[in-house]
DNA sequence: CTTGACCTTGACACGGGCGTCAACGTTTAC
DNA sequence: GTAAACGTTGACGCCCGTGTCAAGGTCAAG
């Protein structure tokens, strides 16, 4: 299929599709007339990718299951690569919240100091 | 003061405090040569500036805190537009902490499911 | 042949706070 | 007099994924 019938089907851009590709994450053989000519296994490998990024996964870090997939696993986190990068991005995740908290501790005392009627929950 | 000992002062760069003045958070009188000058007050605005952006507020969000100081309260947080951006800005947090949340599980599932040795704590 | 839908590459814009450099004026110290 | 340290404005870069536009090639339908 060409770059329209995959950005169809995934719900992403060609814009994107083009940028995924640019950075090595997405590969495509080309027709003759210099199109771009997709797989059905890319039609998975974009949706891995889609699914990582709204998870807050950086474009880079989906490398791993990328590679994973095409190596051909069914699922792009069965690889030790990618176990690494789910473990590494749990304590990423861990740390912001935890500097959430603090920074909502902080707003909440300044607040209470600068409002002492106004009521914080939490 | 010139700008080179308010920087020293408050330890911010002259490249940021010239740039709260270009987005009119700050303003300095202008020696005959040219220089900007500030006073005492400046040193305290600054800081209130700093001690909101490290805590997570946009500079946009210090905008009322610094004219709460300039209407001449002895802290930036006082004035009813103040608490409404620190009552903003709570929820804002709380928001981020939820997303963040969500995140944690989604990957700590897809974690489980990819590695199910792997332990995952929370 | 023309129209229009699709494809190509390349480039600019965004947000946000700041680093950093250029090119130049001023003041201070020697 | 001159060098060093300070000041000025203006501009570009960064991060990062994407929108959007430009200028063109390709192909199918009429």
Redesign the interface.
């Known amino acids: 299929m060409r770059i329209g019938e995959l950005a169809e089907r995934t719900g992403v851009s060609t814009r994107s599709l083009r940028y995924y590709e640019q950075h090595g994450l997405l590969r495509a053989r080309r027709s003759t007339n210099g199109y771009r000519s997709y797989s059905e296994d890319d039609v998975r490998l974009v949706s891995e990718i889609r699914a990582l990024l709204a998870?807050?996964f950086k474009l880079e870090e989906t490398r791993p299951f990328v590679d994973c997939l095409r190596q051909g696993h069914s699922?792009g986190?069965?690889c030790a690569a990618?176990?690494e990068v789910?473990?590494r991005?749990?304590s990423e995740?861990?740390q912001?919240?935890r500097v959430?908290?603090n920074?909502?501790a902080?707003?909440?005392a300044?607040?209470s100091?600068?409002?002492p009627g106004?009521f914080?929950r939490?």
Do not use: N
């Open positions: 998870i807050g699922t986190g069965s990618s176990v789910y473990e991005k749990l995740i861990d912001e919240i959430l908290l920074r909502r902080e707003v909440a300044q607040l100091q600068a409002c106004c914080v939490g």
